[in-house]
């Protein structure tokens, strides 16, 4: 009774991402809607499509995810990934992933306990793959930063304002750091106050060090002074940051790669044990309750790798 349940629930969502996908690939990417407006205010309002439905069915959805604090957080965390999916979209893909899972693990296995052990594996997937896409796009804007300063204060030298020399900074910089800085100058133009531009930047990116140079610019916007000496004071700061923290990378550097080994160390176990006798080891994947033990040891690779990640993570 469980699988029919399980695959009519697998139909379904399947089905809901079939309409879901066609609307997403109808719609225009990476058009800014106020733009499109602008650019085709002339022209007759184009008549309700397929994509249009689904697309405002996606945006009830959307609206009553991020009422909740904790869906208006994975809002922030899916920008801050750069991934251009709302939190609807995002979820319809995890619970696939969760229900893939789930099935492939009980049509295996013919045992409920290791399917439910695969459906939490999968729910990992998901959640691992937006953490390591958020720590890289950090880890790439972070190191931008001190070109990103040198810019800002070179050109509030030779006479630009701020967003001026932001919006330089916008047209020169490669991405992570170019997209975001010239969204800033977007806001600006369309009646957003200058700081209040930034502060959102901070909160897109979640960068301690651009909270740095965001909170000097707001002492010297209630305090005033020179800007830029006070951007190459920041610089100088952020350098040693990021001196202190390569030295930290060193010192942890035997204990990161202790976790490296520890997770692969019974992959590669499994694959000499494989080669010397595949049949006792092939007993491990036979369907019953047995295949919980390479499910709950893969589960727990993956606990553990994370908790040494965070042990050594030493903040600056």
């Not at 439905?53 to 909740?68: A, I, L, N, P």
């Not at 208006?72 to 229900?99: G, S």
């Not at 899972?101 to 459906?119: D, Q």
Request: some cysteine; overall charge positive.
């Amino acid at each position: 009774m469980v699988l029919p349940i399980i695959v009519g629930m697998l139909i379904s969502l399947a089905i809901i991402l079939v309409f879901f996908g066609i609307g997403r690939a109808l719609e225009r990417v990476g058009v800014d809607r106020l733009e499109e407006y602008v650019g085709n205010r002339t022209k007759s309002r184009p008549q309700p499509s397929l994509s249009t439905s689904v697309g405002e069915v996606t945006q009830g959805f959307d609206k009553v995810f991020r009422s909740m604090a904790i869906f208006d957080r994975l809002a922030y965390t899916l920008r801050r990934a750069d991934l251009t999916l709302t939190v609807t979209e995002f979820l319809f893909f995890w619970l696939l992933v969760v229900a893939g899972a789930s099935v492939a693990g009980y049509v295996i296995s013919r045992s409920l306990l290791p399917a439910v052990m695969c459906g939490l594996l999968g729910a990992l997937i998901p959640y691992l793959f937006l953490r390591f896409r958020q720590g890289g796009r950090l880890h790439a804007f972070d190191r931008q930063l001190g070109n990103v300063l040198m810019q800002l204060s070179g050109s509030m030298r030779s006479g630009y304002g701020l967003l001026q020399a932001i919006d330089f900074v916008g047209h020169e910089m490669p991405p992570p750091v170019g997209p975001e800085f010239a969204q800033v100058v977007r806001d600006v133009k369309l009646g957003r106050a200058i700081m209040a531009a930034l502060n959102d930047l901070s909160e897109r990116v979640g960068s301690q060090d651009l909270s740095l140079i965001v909170l000097a610019i707001h002492i010297h916007h209630e305090t005033g002074g020179n800007l830029a000496e006070i951007l190459e004071t920041v610089a100088e700061t952020i350098r040693e940051r990021v001196r202190i923290k390569g030295e930290l990378r060193t010192l942890t550097a035997q204990q990161r790669y202790s976790g490296y080994v520890l997770a692969a160390l019974p992959i590669l176990m499994f694959f000499v044990l494989m080669l010397i006798n595949p049949n006792y080891e092939g007993n491990l994947f036979k369907p019953g309750p047995t295949l919980c033990i390479p499910i709950g040891a893969g589960f727990s690779m993956i606990v553990g790798f994370l908790a040494i990640r965070q042990i050594i993570q030493i903040e600056v």
